[in-house]
C-alpha cells in the first residue's frame, strides 16, 4: 500500500464547502482523511506549509492536436503542459486529423492516453461527421466507447436541423454538446472584433453578434427538446443575457470562459501581434468586464483554457493569415488569480470551484472533489509567489501565448493524479 500525507496546507475543497488549514492523507490513489494533525506509517511527506491544497483542476477544452497535427502538440506533451497548470484532468476537443468521430477514434485516444498522458483524459467526439456540419454521428456507439461529450469545437454548426436532431440524441444519453457558437455569414473573413479598434487597424471584424445569435439559437433548441448544451469560450455581453436568461427558464445549459478573454481586450492588437488572435476575439474592456461579471454571478460556470497550440512557423505569419488560437494550459492559474482574486472579483475558493468542482459537474466527471473515498487528483497553489510569465516554464511544444512577460501572483506548486506526484517545483515527474 502507497499513502501521501499532505501536511499544513489550507485545504480549500468547494464540493464540501472546506476551507481550513488541514492534512490530507492519501492512500492507494484515494483521499483516505482529511483533518489536523493526520499521521501515517511510512507515508510519504509533503510538506505544503504556507500554500493551498485542492481538488485537481479540470479543463473542459483543451486541443491536444493527436493525431494528425504533432508538430503542434501530442498527447505527451499537452498533458505534461496541463499539469504543470494545475490540471488533473482534459477533455481534448475532436478536430484533428482523422476528425475524432468514431468509435475507433475515441479507442486511439484512450489507448494513446493510456501509454502518453501525464493526467487524466476523457475524450469527446465530434457532432457531425467529420465535423462538417451536414451530417450527425452515431452518438449511442460513441457513448459506448466512452465519449463524455460531443463538440464541433472549431467548427459552428450552421444547420438548424442537425443542431435539433444532434440535441435530441444527447439527450438520449444524458451528455451535453460543447458548443462552439459563431455565425459563419456574419464572420465571414473577419480576424479581430469588430469595432473602433478593428477600424482604426484596417482589419476586418468580427462582430459579437455573430456569437450571440447562435447561443440564442441553441438555448432555443436545448429548451424545445430537453437537450444539454455547454457554451464554449463566451466572449460578450450579449451571450451571457442569453444565458442568464436561459437558466431561468430552466434550460439545461452551462457556459465556460476562458483566461484571455479575461484578462484581455481588443487594445491588445495594436501591434498586430498573432500571438493575440483567437476564435471568438478579444473584444472591448466593456465586454470583458461583462464576462468577468458574469463568471462572478454564475452566469458562466467555469474556466476553461482552449489550449490551441500552434508552431511557431504557423503564427510567424501576417496577422491576416496566422491561424486563431493560442496556449493556454500553464498560464491559467497565474492569470485568472491575478485578475480575479487580486483584482477581488472572485475569492479563493470561488475560483478553486470554477476551475475544479464546477467544470467536473458539467460533465458527471467523478472528479474535483476531495471527499473520502474519492481519486486524489490534487492542485497545490504558491499564491504568494509573483513574477513573471516565462518561456522555461513551458512544456506544450508551442510558444503561441499571449501572456509572455506578463506579472502575475500565485503559481502552480505541485500537481498529483491519483496519489502519484506528477509535477512539483518547475519539474514534470512522468
Excluded at 287 to 306: F, K, Q, S
Excluded at 359 to 382: E, F, M, N, Q, Y
Aim: aromatic fraction near 6%.
Amino acid at each position: 500500500m502507497t499513502s501521501l500525507l499532505i501536511q499544513n496546507g489550507r485545504v480549500i475543497d468547494p464540493a464540501n464547502g472546506r476551507d481550513e488549514l488541514a492534512d490530507l492523507l492519501i492512500q492507494d490513489g484515494r483521499v483516505a482523511a482529511v483533518g489536523r494533525g493526520l499521521t501515517r506509517a511510512a507515508a510519504e511527506v509533503f510538506d505544503a506549509r504556507g500554500k493551498v491544497v485542492a481538488p485537481g483542476f479540470v479543463d473542459l477544452h483543451v486541443h491536444l492536436r493527436e493525431p494528425g497535427f504533432e508538430s503542434d502538440e501530442t498527447i505527451a506533451s499537452g498533458t505534461r503542459a496541463a499539469a504543470a497548470g494545475g490540471f488533473t484532468s482534459v477533455v481534448p476537443m475532436a478536430n484533428t486529423n482523422p476528425v475524432i468521430d468514431t468509435a475507433a477514434g475515441i479507442k486511439f485516444i484512450q489507448e494513446r492516453a493510456g501509454a502518453d498522458a501525464a493526467v487524466n483524459v476523457f475524450p469527446i467526439a465530434a457532432v457531425t461527421r467529420e465535423q462538417k456540419g451536414e451530417s450527425i454521428v452515431e452518438f449511442g456507439d460513441l457513448v459506448q466507447a466512452g465519449a463524455v461529450a460531443f463538440s464541433d469545437d472549431g467548427h459552428a454548426i450552421m444547420n438548424n436541423e442537425i443542431m435539433r436532431r444532434a440535441l435530441e440524441y444527447c439527450a438520449m444519453f444524458d451528455v451535453p454538446i460543447l458548443d462552439h457558437c459563431g455565425d459563419l455569414n456574419l464572420i465571414g473573413h473577419g480576424v479581430m472584433c469588430e469595432g473602433e479598434v478593428s477600424t482604426r487597424l484596417g482589419l476586418p471584424g468580427i462582430p459579437p453578434v455573430a456569437e450571440a445569435i447562435q447561443v440564442a439559437r441553441d438555448i432555443a433548441l436545448a429548451e424545445y427538446v430537453g437537450g444539454k448544451v455547454h457554451i464554449q469560450h463566451v466572449s460578450c455581453a450579449l451571450s451571457v443575457e442569453f444565458i442568464k436568461r436561459g437558466k431561468e427558464r430552466g434550460v439545461a445549459v452551462t457556459a465556460e470562459v476562458t483566461p484571455h478573454h479575461l484578462a484581455l481586450t481588443d487594445a491588445c492588437l495594436e501591434r498586430y501581434d498573432s500571438n493575440f488572435k483567437m476564435s471568438p476575439p478579444l473584444a472591448s474592456e466593456e465586454e470583458r468586464r461583462a464576462l468577468v461579471r458574469g463568471l462572478a454571478e454564475g452566469v458562466i460556470d467555469c474556466i476553461a483554457t482552449d489550449h490551441a497550440p500552434h508552431s511557431a512557423t504557423q503564427k510567424d505569419k501576417t496577422f491576416d493569415e496566422a491561424p486563431f488560437g493560442v496556449i493556454g494550459s500553464e498560464t491559467a492559474f497565474p492569470v485568472v488569480y491575478t485578475e480575479l482574486v487580486v483584482g477581488g472579483a472572485l475569492t479563493l475558493p470561488q475560483l478553486i470551484e470554477k476551475l475544479s468542482t464546477a467544470p467536473a459537474r458539467i460533465l458527471k466527471l467523478p472528479k474535483g472533489t476531495l471527499s473520502i473515498g474519492a481519486d486524489a487528483d490534487v492542485t497545490i497553489l504558491d499564491t504568494e509567489w509573483r513574477g513573471a510569465i516565462d518561456e522555461s516554464m513551458f512544456r506544450s511544444r508551442s510558444r503561441n501565448t499571449p501572456f509572455l512577460g506578463r506579472q502575475v501572483h500565485g503559481k502552480v506548486a505541485a500537481t498529483i493524479v491519483r496519489g502519484r506526484v506528477v509535477y512539483r517545483d518547475g519539474q514534470v515527474l512522468v
